[in-house]
């Protein structure tokens, strides 16, 4: 099967050049997409658990703490001990961070107003759908392969 012919390939092809995008807006402002992301995904008000960031954005957790540690470093980011429970450190943005974090905001929203504007909605719809089903038949079938996995173990 040619590559151009398979899904994953359009899904990877599509998601490189819109990185690609995200990165080339972000990179006039010091930022990356990958920290516009992690910008993005911090509650203005309460402030996100470190620990839920990474789920949130796929990243593996020693990526995570480099990127926590860069944006301290900034002053984009304080880490706080959670009022409630000691053991969790909340992450919360700063003055900059938030200025940031509108800036990541902005092109996100400028991106999908572009793709809105040139794709009819009925299509739009039927993308959402086929991602919604792509992504269940890939969390599905890790499902199968982790339940293997442990048969084996077994």
Avoid: C
């Avoid at 909340?90 to 003055?95: E, V």
């Amino acid at each position: 099967m040619k590559k151009e012919k398979t899904v994953d390939f359009h899904i990877k092809w599509s998601w490189h050049a819109i990185s690609r995008m995200y990165n080339a807006y972000a990179a006039r402002y010091d930022m990356t997409m990958a920290i516009g992301y992690v910008l993005l995904n911090i509650d203005l008000d309460q402030g996100t658990p470190a620990t839920k960031i990474g789920p949130l954005l796929g990243m593996e957790p020693r990526s995570l703490v480099r990127m926590l540690k860069n944006l301290e470093e900034r002053g984009w980011i304080r880490r706080e001990i959670d009022e409630i429970d000691k053991r969790f450190v909340r992450i919360r943005l700063t003055d900059e961070g938030k200025k940031k974090r509108e800036i990541a905001r902005e092109g996100v929203i400028q991106f999908n107003h572009m793709i809105r504007e040139q794709i009819p909605l009925d299509r739009l719809v039927i993308f959402f759908d086929v991602m919604k089903d792509i992504n269940r038949l890939v969390e599905e079938e890790n499902a199968k392969l982790k339940a293997n996995e442990t048969e084996e173990l077994i």
